[in-house]
């Protein structure tokens, strides 16, 4: 099992330009989400998928959208990428009931 | 709205030694879960250790166990003879039982252990 994965690990993008991240989990877990963590702050959660064709925002959505293509893969996209969203971006999944969330690797995301 | 403080932003500590980090949560609710997380220099996010609010009995998990006082609103993380592995971020979390699934972080606290 590689648990959840994340690609890719690095990416140096310019204000302005579009790209999408990519999560994929093989737990079989219902639930997904997205969070990013800024320096002196714990994570912060960007959107949510409870299941299988539903999606929810966060605490901090603006600027981001995410699709919930099947049950194992869940996506962030961000449409205009601004140097406010430098970041490092997890994906997590878990079950619904326990609520232990499992963590991808991270991405680290420079905006020039 | 559910809020988790740290309030230790660094702690070191010898190797072999004990250390307890701190962690202090607000709600109103009762039923939720507590999570303490480790964030390695890899970054990677690592379950710790996990305890349910309506267990009275303190979750432990080989050289960690925690310290929860429902009635303060505390949850502390007892490490037992530190190793060298346990360098990290610690990060302490909550979580609501009712299918509200919004994991709420602490700011973390910055492990170190000395050789």
């Known amino acids: 099992n590689a648990g959840v994965t994340q690609t890719p690990k690095f990416q140096v993008l310019k204000t302005g330009q579009s790209m999408t991240l990519q999560c994929a989990q093989d737990?079989?877990?219902?639930?997904m989400y997205w969070y990013r963590q800024d320096p002196g702050m714990g994570l912060r959660l960007i959107y949510y998928s409870a299941s299988e064709g539903t999606t929810d925002k966060g605490e901090v959505p603006n600027g981001y959208n995410v699709s919930r293509l099947n049950k194992r893969e869940f996506s962030l996209r961000l449409e205009s990428a601004a140097p406010s969203q430098t970041s490092v971006y997890f994906c997590?999944?878990?079950?619904?009931?326990?609520?232990?969330?499992?963590f991808g690797p991270g991405t680290r995301l420079t905006v020039l | 709205a559910q809020t988790v403080t740290q309030s230790q932003p660094e702690m070191s500590v010898q190797e072999a030694e004990t250390v307890t980090l701190s962690c202090t949560y607000d709600t109103s609710e009762n039923n939720y879960y507590l999570f303490w997380y480790k964030q390695p220099p890899s970054r990677q996010m690592i379950l710790v250790i996990r305890q349910e609010a309506y267990k009275q009995q303190n979750a432990t998990e080989n050289r960690f166990s925690v310290n929860f006082q429902k009635a303060a609103k505390s949850f502390s993380l007892k490490i037992s003879d530190s190793q060298l592995g346990d360098t990290a971020m610690y990060f302490c979390a909550f979580i609501l039982n009712f299918g509200n699934e919004k994991l709420t972080f602490g700011t973390g606290t910055r492990l170190t252990i000395i050789p």
């Open positions: 997590a999944s878990s079950e619904l009931r326990p609520a232990t969330q499992y």
């Open positions: 737990m079989n877990h219902n639930s």
